[in-house]
């Protein structure tokens, strides 16, 4: 849509109020392994279990925390790509130790953007909400001690990192903070509809696929029943 700019659309197609590529979001995520030399992972398919027990406890001034899900698996190789570690010692703390995630909401903020510059793609996130992600990361390293892993390593992802990025095309009533109507349909074109996750006005603290999979279904029989 950016770089669809025309005389007719200087802004670019369904940007008449400047919303478009505001309000990415990217979601807070950290990956957290718990190890211990006494206990050994020797699971295959290990993204099986995700925990939603904290979400709604309350951060440090009353937000919700996020859930936590199992990593999937990691091995020796990758972990010694990571962090440098010699590829044997990788390969022992792979094989002893859980693999899991922490994610939170990345809140929406009009000036985390996505934009063009020189015909290039141009990011500029400004993370939220960390303070949230910061008390379920303590969360999860106590009860990962608890349980019986007494080192707990943990790396936030970065920009670098893809982390289910939504926004920059907002769902809303009102043209000037939204791109596109509660059906998906472009404030200024009426037959412009956007159906993925840059719709999202919010992007909680879950993998949004079926969000988007089910906001599709819905905005097709829409279509097919009023055109």
């Not at 007719?8 to 990956?31: K, Y």
């Not at 211990?36 to 440090?60: A, M």
């Not at 790509?81 to 903020?109: C, F, I, K, Q, Y």
């Not at 893809?162 to 200024?188: E, F, K, Y």
């Amino acid at each position: 849509l950016l770089a669809s700019a025309s005389a007719e659309h200087p802004g670019g197609l369904a940007n008449g109020s400047d919303q478009v590529g505001r309000n990415f979001m990217n979601h807070n995520i950290t990956a957290v392994l718990g190890a211990s030399p006494f206990r050994r992972n020797r699971s295959v398919y290990e993204k099986t279990i995700q925990l939603n027990d904290w979400y709604l406890t309350g951060g440090p001034n009353g937000e919700p925390l996020g859930n936590v899900q199992m990593l999937g698996r990691i091995t020796g190789e990758i972990m010694a790509a990571e962090s440098g570690l010699p590829l044997p010692l990788a390969r022992w703390l792979a094989d002893h130790s859980v693999h899991l995630m922490t994610m939170s909401e990345d809140l929406p903020n009009p000036e985390s953007r996505v934009f063009l510059r020189d015909g290039q793609i141009v990011l500029k996130w400004e993370r939220s909400n960390w303070a949230a992600h910061a008390a379920l990361n303590a969360k999860l390293r106590a009860v990962l001690k608890k349980a019986g892993w007494p080192l707990v390593l943990s790396k936030t992802f970065e920009k670098r990192t893809p982390s289910h990025q939504c926004g920059t095309a907002r769902m809303g009533h009102d043209p000037a903070t939204s791109v596109v109507d509660p059906w998906c349909r472009a404030h200024d074109l009426e037959n412009l509809r956007v159906v993925d996750a840059s719709v999202l006005p919010t992007s909680a603290a879950a993998n949004p696929s079926l969000t988007v999979a089910a906001l599709a279904l819905r905005v097709g029989r829409h279509i097919l029943q009023v055109g």
